[in-house]
């Protein structure tokens, strides 16, 4: 069997036109939404994935702001400018890059973001309601692993989905999301036994752990959907997956490439919370 690809990068693009008009339509109604990013430090990769976001807001008609803070500012200064984005009418959504350095609670700042501005996701408000079922920003990794999911006409009810990686951005939400669509979902992690008995019976294979190459075919079900969330720079400058896609292709039936899979999308997502928190500001 031989894959079908699932172009993040050309969903993306999709997604990024439909949105750039429904910020035409804001406008008329003088709304301009905005988004304010915050970045502690001089992270190259932060950087570069900022400088995809402000890519996509400009191109869509979003109004975009970076407010670059020296690595030595305290937790304190950082609540504090948070909480000034938090009083600005201007933003609708608020995001501070990870990761943070070590001196800041990442947790402590998260929190201070306004759960109505949190365009991530990540407020414990957001998780809550997520979680419930309920509205929410949805963070934009999972979401646009969902929309991923369904764009390749994928059927998500009763699929026995393997999420490999916990972490609060990725595994643990995508699972979530997965589940509040009906499927069967089974988390793996670092303490996991005999990890391939768990991913081989996986209908959906999501990989999330941040290192190259991890999963291989043996670890695949024939016809499975694998989604790599992994982005890991080798020394030779190449970008690749959690997954060996060479190999991946040939047994699962779709799967998404590094670069231009789900990368593309976490980015599309943000500006599309971003509008969604906008909308909210359009009087009737
Ligand atoms: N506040 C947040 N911090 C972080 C998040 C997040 O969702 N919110 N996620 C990651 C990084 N990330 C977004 O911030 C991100 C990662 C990768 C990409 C992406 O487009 N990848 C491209 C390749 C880019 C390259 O060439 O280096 C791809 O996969 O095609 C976008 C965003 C951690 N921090």
Redesign the pocket.
Known sequence: MVATIID??ELAKEMRSELKKEVEQLKEKGVTPGLAIILVGNNP??L??IK??QKASEEIGVSFKLEHLEESISQEELLEVIEKYNQDDRYDGI?????LPDHIDETAVIEKISPEKDV?G?HPINVGRMMTGQDAFL???PAGIVEMIKSANIEIPGKHVVVVGRSN?VGKPVGQLLLNENATVTYCHSKTKNLREHTIQGDILIVAVGRPHFIGADHIKEGAVVIDVG?N?LENGK?VGDVKFDEAKEKASAITP???????M??TM?VYNTVKSAKKRVRP
């Open positions: 993040g990068k990769a932060s570069s994935y995809g976001k995001l501070v890059q990870l990761p991530d990540f963070p934009c990794t951005i982005v720079r970008l590094v670069p231009g899979g789900v990368g593309p976490t980015i943000l």
